[in-house]
């Protein structure tokens, strides 16, 4: 099993960017797949969700209207596209599958994300 998250990087307030994260070595379309990220000297928090085959979503109230998650299940990737990036959203970014009818869960290795002039 492999989470791969890619697209961190450094950005300036009020820019965009959109993280990936390819997976292999499981039925991705049976996993719901979310975000995470932590701040250094603070604990990970869920960024936002996608189920399958529904593809319904939900985010945390500090990142709504900003960021947008989504699926391609033929590529067996997960997305995140975050606008209006303010220096607050630095963090790691990780990526979790986890399956729809249980608890087995996977992470993904993380990708820093700095927002900064």
């Known amino acids: 099993v492999q989470l791969v998250e890619s697209g961190g990087g450094l950005v300036q307030p009020g820019g965009s960017l959109r993280l990936s994260c390819a997976t292999s070595?499981?039925?991705?379309?049976?996993?719901?797949m979310s975000w995470y990220r932590q701040a250094l000297g603070k604990e990970r928090e869920l960024v936002a969700v996608?189920?399958?085959?529904?593809?319904?979503?939900d985010y945390a109230d500090s990142v709504k209207g900003r960021f947008t998650i989504s699926r391609d299940n033929a590529k067996r990737t997960a997305y995140l596209q975050m606008n209006t990036l303010k220096p607050e959203d630095t963090a790691v970014y990780y990526c979790?599958?986890?399956?729809?009818?249980?608890?087995?869960?996977?992470w993904g290795q993380g990708t820093q994300v700095t927002v900064s002039s």
């Open positions: 979790k599958a986890r399956y729809r009818m249980g608890s087995l869960e996977y």
């Open positions: 070595g499981f039925t991705f379309s049976t996993y719901l």
């Open positions: 996608i189920g399958s085959p529904s593809g319904s979503t």
